[in-house]
Every structure is written in structure tokens, then in C-alpha cells.
């Protein structure tokens, strides 16, 4: 059995010190696994974001053990966080965070671009992944021009540039329509079950719960539910 992407075991994150610290995450433990699609949903203030930032080495917890890619992360200083974020993890977020000033082609090569890959080859590397999320014909379009839906496929081929083990989505549909979500939902799904990357959404978008193989539920910084499914065709 191989190891998971990420395991997290009684992780508590602290915000502050002293009498006004808040705790946002209470002794969370789980397993991210390659390809699967996990879900983590909750209200606003349950935790569910501190733990992705938790999982995406944005931030190091408070206590507990956090494993990514089979390395003890808990305690590592800010750069070794930085290395591994930047050669392991992709990110996705709900405002797609696409400059707009920049043709999609042009916005995945940035990623290219800050890895030093040289402006022809990340031309070719950022068409190459735009045509793999069904976007070839639209990679010379300024995001302006594109539907929020071909915005967020943009962010994801983004995401993708520099080959990541975990894709990590903050909301990723929430500010789509559902024939959007669910052509981005799929797109998820493809890097999880096709190419065995792990795929972590922190959603409240019910609508995609039916597409996803996992979710957790965070309260008050607790995970008070796990379940596992397989996932099914969501109704339009």
C-alpha cells in the first residue's frame, strides 16, 4: 500500500498567544490519498481553511504531526516550507487570481516562467495544458473575454505547470453556475482518478458532494465526520 500524500495527526493550529490566542483547529487528524478527490466542508470559521493552508505549507501547526509527501513538516523553518510548496503543491482559488492584462496561455507560463523555463518551451508547455482542459481554442483570450467557468480551467492548467502531487482548491466552484462547476468538478476529478494526483476542495457547494470519493466535516476546529463514497452522476 503505497503512502498517503499527506497525513495529518492531532493537528492544532493557534492564531496568537497567550489569553486572546484562538485555537482554529482542535486535534484534527487525516490522510490525503493519491487519486482521490476529498472534500472538506464546514461553516465559516470551522477550521476547514487553516487545515488546507496547513496541508498546502503555507502554514507549520502549533502541535501534532504533519507528514507531507512522506517528510515531517511540523516544525520545519518558513524557507523548507516555501521548497516544498513550490516543487509539490498547486493551488486553485475561487477568484482565479488571473492577471488580466495577460493572454490564458500567458498566465500559465507565468508559473513556467518563475522556474526559469525558457518563454518558447513555456508557450508550448502552457498551450499543451490548456488544450488537455478543453481550452486550445481559447489560449491567445484575455481572461475578460473567457466564461468564469474557462477562467477557472485556466487557473487549474495554472496549477498544473509545475507537475504537482497535491492540487489544493479553495472554493473552486463557488462563484460558478452549475454547468461551469461541474465541467471544473470534472476537470478535478480527471487529475485525481486518470492521473493519480491528490485533490483536496474546501467547499460549501453541496452541489459537487455527489462527484467527490471522500468528505470530511470540520466544526469549532474538530473533524466531527468522515465518510467515503463512490461518487455518481450529480443531477443537473
Known amino acids: 500500500m503505497t503512502e498517503p500524500v499527506a497525513t495529518a495527526r492531532e493537528v492544532r493550529f493557534r492564531y496568537g498567544e497567550g489569553p486572546t490566542a484562538v485555537e482554529a483547529l482542535r486535534g484534527v487528524s487525516l490522510d490525503v490519498e493519491a487519486g482521490e478527490v476529498l472534500m472538506i466542508r464546514g461553516p465559516s ?6 487545515l488546507l ?3 498546502g505549507a503555507l502554514k507549520a501547526p502549533s502541535d501534532g504531526a504533519l507528514t507531507l509527501f512522506g517528510t515531517r513538516v511540523d516544525g520545519l523553518p518558513a524557507a523548507a516550507l516555501r521548497a516544498i510548496r513550490v516543487r509539490r503543491i498547486g493551488f486553485v482559488f475561487q477568484s482565479y487570481n488571473l492577471f488580466p492584462t495577460l493572454r490564458a496561455w500567458e498566465n500559465v507560463a507565468v508559473s513556467l516562467d518563475l522556474q526559469g523555463v525558457p518563454r518558447a518551451a513555456a508557450q508550448v508547455q502552457a498551450r499543451r495544458l490548456l488544450a488537455d482542459l478543453g481550452l486550445a481554442e481559447r489560449a491567445d483570450f484575455y481572461p ?3 466564461s468564469g467557468g474557462q477562467r477557472q480551467r485556466v487557473a487549474i492548467a495554472r496549477a498544473l505547470a509545475h507537475d504537482p502531487t497535491l492540487i489544493l482548491c479553495d472554493e473552486p466552484t463557488a462563484a460558478l453556475d452549475w454547468t461551469s462547476g461541474r465541467m ?4 478535478l476529478r480527471s487529475l485525481a482518478h486518470d ?3 491528490a485533490v483536496v476542495i474546501v467547499s460549501h457547494d453541496a452541489r ?3 462527484l467527490v470519493d471522500r468528505i470530511v466535516t470540520i466544526e469549532d476546529g474538530l473533524m466531527i465526520d468522515h465518510s467515503q463514497h463512490t ?3 450529480a443531477r443537473p
Open 45 to 50: 470559521g470551522s477550521g476547514k481553511t487553516t
Open 53 to 55: 493552508q496547513l496541508l
Open 144 to 146: 475578460a473575454k473567457l
Open 184 to 187: 471544473v468538478t470534472d476537470c
Open 195 to 197: 492521473q493519480g494526483r
Open 208 to 210: 459537487i458532494e455527489p
Open 231 to 233: 461518487p455518481q452522476e
